[in-house]
Every structure is written in C-alpha cells, then in structure tokens.
C-alpha cells in the first residue's frame, strides 16, 4: 500500500525557514516524480514544486522560485521541501504527492497524496 | 504559463442529478488533463487521467471527455458521496497549473 506521510509543519515567522519531509512506503520510491502542492485556508490547490526520480530535474512554481529548495533522498524514501524567506502568502497546508504515468511513460496526473502539513507565517 | 479556466465555481444539485463540470485551458494541452475530487479536510483524490480515463476504483458514473481546449467532468447520477469540490489539472508542462475548484452542494 502506497503511502505519503508529511511532517515539518508549524508556526513560523515572516522571514524564517522551515524543511518539510514527506516519507514514503509501499512503491519504488526512486522510480517515481514526486510534487509538492499547497492549499492556502479556503482556497483551491496550488502546484509548488516536482522533482523528478533520480533528482536531476526540479521545477518551481514562479512564486517560490528562489525561496523554495525540493530534494530527495532515495536510500532513505524521503522528499525534502526547504522553505526560506517565508511570506505570509505562504500559509498553506502543504500536501505531497507521487506521479502517476500511464501507459509509455507519460506523466499523467497525482495518484497518491499525503495528509498534509499545515505551514502558517502570521502577518 | 498554461491558465485552466473551471466552470462553474458553485454549483447546487440534487441526488440523482446529472452534473457536468468544463474545463477550459488557455492553450492547447492535448489530452494532458486530471481531474480531482476533494473533501472538506482531506488530500485530493485522483479521479481521471489521460482527459478520460478513470483511474482504477473510480465509479463509472463519473466521466470525462475533451473537445480542443475544453475539458469536461460528468457526474451521471449524482451521489451523496459525491459532494465536494472538483479540481482539474494540466500536466502538459511546467509549470503544473490547476482549476480554480467546483464546489458541489446539496440543494
């Protein structure tokens, strides 16, 4: 059974760092894009950040582009999320989520998604 | 950046009801779209793929289909099961963009 186990979350102030984790079981981790997605309270889904299997290709949404780090470890199933320079538009659970591709290996959508974690930076 | 225009933001429907969702991208994407349902504090759950391709699990009464650059989610008998706010997503190219949400209520 595939699973996504987030942590790392917490109150932080405008200004301050903080490295979610997101541990994973149940699939060949290495083998796999991983994402972050946000969710700001009351408001919809917001793509983050994909890194891809082996972690030789990262993508960043502009908003965080330059404040955010995505890394993985495969030998321990682990995906990273370093956040600096938080901002109160940072607020936001934050979910992650395993790629799924179907059939030729085209990346097709999020299959599987943690609980989240609640990252909140107060104005 | 791709931009996923979902319509409408609200919706009130009945059990039973027939109930379509449209998705409509900025540019084309092919058939490079998700939909996703989500509950009130929980993760998102993967509904379609491919623009019309359910994933396994999924309840045939849901459905999808595209047409150009609009995309649609079909609820064909709506359920109490059923609602939550749906979200679609391009994964074309980065940056990955999504909907702005559905929500689905019980009139």
Not at chain 1, 23 to 47: D, I, M
Not at chain 1, 53 to 79: E, H, I, M, Q
Not at chain 1, 108 to 115: A, E, F, N, T, V
Not at chain 2, 36 to 55: D, E, M, N, R, V
């Amino acid at each position: 059974e595939v699973q996504l186990l987030e942590s790392g979350g917490g109150l932080v102030q405008p200004g301050g760092s903080l490295r979610l984790s997101c541990a994973a079981s149940g699939f060949t981790f290495s083998t796999y894009g991983l994402s972050w997605v946000r969710q700001a309270p009351g408001k919809g889904l917001e793509w983050v950040s994909t890194i891809s299997g082996s972690g030789d290709s990262t993508y960043y949404a502009d908003s965080v582009k330059g404040r955010f780090t995505v890394s993985r470890d495969n030998s321990k199933n682990t995906l990273y999320l370093q956040m600096s320079s938080l901002r109160t538009e940072d607020t936001a659970v934050y979910y992650c989520a395993k790629h799924y591709y179907h059939s030729g290996g085209y990346f097709s959508g999020l299959d599987y998604w943690g609980q989240g974690t609640l990252v909140t930076v107060p104005s | 950046d791709i931009q996923l225009t979902q319509s409408p933001s609200f919706l009130s429907a009945s059990v039973g009801d027939r109930v379509t969702i449209t998705c409509r991208a900025s540019q084309g994407i092919s058939s490079y779209l998700a939909w996703y349902q989500q509950k009130p504090g929980k993760a998102p759950k993967f509904l379609i793929y491919a623009a019309s391709t359910l994933q396994s699990g999924v309840p045939s009464r849901f459905s999808g289909s595209a047409s150009g650059t609009e995309f649609t989610l079909t609820i064909s008998s709506l359920q109490l099961e059923d609602f939550a706010t749906y979200y679609c997503q391009q994964v074309k190219s980065y940056p990955l963009t999504f909907g702005g949400g559905t929500k689905v209520e019980i009139k």
